[in-house]
């Protein structure tokens, strides 16, 4: 089995000093039932900015190294 994933790179990566200074920090943890419904915002979902991931059928090896291929020459990694 192969996976290839193509990710977008993260901008700003935390360093360790943020990473260590994040577990400090207080967790404050509440109800939903306790939160009235004014205070709740949905800023709803988005799609990532990569195209989806490409699906190739193994049933066939031949075939799927030439799509596999192909896939790889079209995004200008080969």
């Known amino acids: 089995m192969l996976a290839v994933s193509a990710s977008r790179d993260e901008q700003n990566a935390p ?3 943020e990473v260590l200074a994040a577990r400090k920090k207080p967790v404050e943890r ?23 991931a490409r699906i190739i059928d193994g049933n066939d090896p031949v075939a ?8 790889l020459r079209t995004d200008g990694v080969l």
Request: charged residues 15%.
């Open 30 to 52: 509440l109800a939903l039932a306790l939160v009235p419904a004014a205070a709740v915002i949905s800023r709803g979902t988005r799609f990532p900015d990569t195209p989806p």
């Open 64 to 71: 799927a190294c030439e799509q596999l291929m192909a896939a």
């Open 15 to 17: 360093g360790m000093k």
